[in-house]
């Protein structure tokens, strides 16, 4: 399973940012998806999820502004990151393989490499 992420950047708070994470060899559907991110010095933490029943999932801090969705025919998860604060900054990653809630990131058996979003304020 390789999971690629893109999209990452650098954007102005209040700025917009869609990533975009490109699976190959996973089983589209078969266990949770996710979004998560890490700050240094901090520990990784789910942001948004996606359940196999499509149902989805966010942390309290980016309900309202951060959108996970699915595009099965490429096998390609997405986040749309709206009015992006500068505390959102840091290194993101997509995972799959994993499910409970979605968010946790010990159950995930698949990670991507990161891609790095810094706002500015």
């Known amino acids: 399973v390789q999971l690629a992420e893109s999209g990452g950047g650098s954007v102005q708070s209040g700025g917009s940012l869609k990533l975009s994470c490109a699976a190959s060899?996973?089983?589209?559907?078969?266990?949770?998806m996710g979004w998560f991110r890490q700050a240094p010095g901090k520990e990784r933490e789910g942001v948004a999820g996606?359940?196999?029943?499509?149902?989805?999932n966010y942390a309290d801090s980016v309900k309202g502004r951060f959108t996970i969705s699915q595009d099965r025919a490429k096998n390609t998860l997405y986040l749309q990151m709206n009015t992006l604060k500068p505390e959102d900054k840091a290194m993101y990653y997509c995972?799959?393989?994993?499910?409970?809630?979605?968010?946790?990131?010990?159950?995930?058996?698949?990670w991507g490499q990161g891609t790095q979003v810094t706002v500015s304020s």
């Open positions: 996606l359940r196999i029943d499509d149902t989805t």
């Open positions: 060899g996973y089983r589209w559907g078969a266990r949770c």
């Open positions: 995972a799959a393989g994993g499910c409970s809630g979605a968010l946790e990131p010990g159950t995930y058996l698949y």
